[in-house]
C-alpha cells in the first residue's frame, strides 16, 4: 500500500539557517504530494503541493520538488526564521491522504 | 477563510463513559468530513470519512460501534467514543473540504485531545 516516511525530528536550526527535512514515498500510480505545517495550538495548514513528477511546490519560502525517480519530496528553505518553528507533516493522495509521522522543527534566536 | 474549529480542545474522562467531539466548519459548507486519529510520534490516520447526511464510511479496522459519527449539516459532525478506555486516549482531528472529491483540499480543525483515566 501508499505510505510516507519523513525525517524524524526534532530538528534544531539557528535563524537564517538552511532547512531540509526529508521525505520519501510508496505508491501505487501516480499520487499528489503534499507538504502540511501545523503551528502549536493551531491545525494543519497545506503549506505546498506538487501534481505530477518535476513540478516544484512554492510557498513562504518554502519549496519541494516531486522526484519520480528516487520517489522523494524533500522539503527545503534557504533561511528559516523563528516563526518557522512548527511539526512539518509530508503526505500523499492517491483516493485518501496519507501523512508521514510529521518532524518538529525548533528555530532560535 | 475556512477555518474548522473543535470542541473541546482536551478532555479527560474515566474508563466506560462515552465522550462526543464536535467539528465545526465555520466560514464554509463542509460537503466531506474526515476524522483522524495521531498517536505521539506517529502520522495522522484515516478513521472515517462522512458525507452530510449520510453514513460514515470507516477504513478497515475502525470499529464503527465504538466510533459513533455523525454528520446532520453541513457545518457540524461530531466523533462519539462510546465506552473509553484508556487504549482509546489519543489525538482526533478532524478536517472538512467543501465538495465530495478525494482530491478536494481538506481544511483542519486543531485537535482534540482525549485522556481516557
Known amino acids: 500500500g501508499n505510505s510516507v516516511t519523513q525525517m524524524e525530528g526534532p530538528v534544531t536550526l539557528s535563524e537564517e539557517a538552511f532547512l531540509t527535512i526529508n521525505c520519501t514515498y510508496t505508491?501505487?500510480?501516480?499520487?499528489?504530494l503534499f507538504w502540511y505545517v501545523q503551528y502549536p495550538g493551531e491545525g494543519l495548514q497545506l503549506l505546498l503541493k506538487a501534481t505530477k513528477a518535476d513540478d516544484k511546490g512554492s510557498n513562504k519560502g518554502f519549496e519541494a520538488t516531486y522526484r519520480k525517480e528516487t520517489t522523494s519530496f524533500h522539503l527545503e528553505k534557504g533561511s528559516v526564521q523563528v516563526s518557522d518553528s512548527a511539526v512539518y507533516f509530508c503526505a500523499l493522495r492517491g483516493g485518501k491522504l496519507i501523512f508521514g509521522q510529521g518532524t518538529e522543527l525548533s528555530v532560535k534566536p | 477563510g475556512a477555518v474548522v474549529s473543535q470542541h473541546p480542545s482536551w478532555v479527560i474522562c474515566k474508563s466506560g463513559t462515552s465522550v462526543k467531539i464536535e467539528c465545526r466548519s465555520l466560514d464554509f459548507q463542509a460537503t466531506t468530513m474526515f476524522w483522524y486519529r495521531q498517536f505521539p510520534k506517529q502520522s495522522l490516520m484515516l478513521m472515517a470519512t462522512?458525507?452530510?447526511?449520510?453514513?460514515?464510511?470507516?477504513e478497515q479496522g475502525v470499529e464503527k460501534d465504538k466510533f459513533l459519527i455523525n454528520h446532520a449539516s453541513l457545518t457540524l459532525s461530531t466523533l462519539t467514543v462510546t465506552s473509553a478506555h484508556p487504549e482509546d486516549s489519543s489525538f482526533y482531528i478532524c478536517?472538512?473540504?467543501?465538495?465530495?472529491?478525494?482530491?478536494?483540499?481538506?481544511?483542519f480543525g486543531p485537535g482534540t485531545r482525549l485522556t481516557v483515566l
Open positions: 505508491a501505487t500510480g501516480y499520487p499528489s
Open positions: 462522512s458525507n452530510e447526511g449520510s453514513k460514515a464510511t470507516y
Open positions: 478536517s472538512a473540504s467543501t465538495a465530495g472529491g478525494p482530491n478536494d483540499e481538506q481544511f
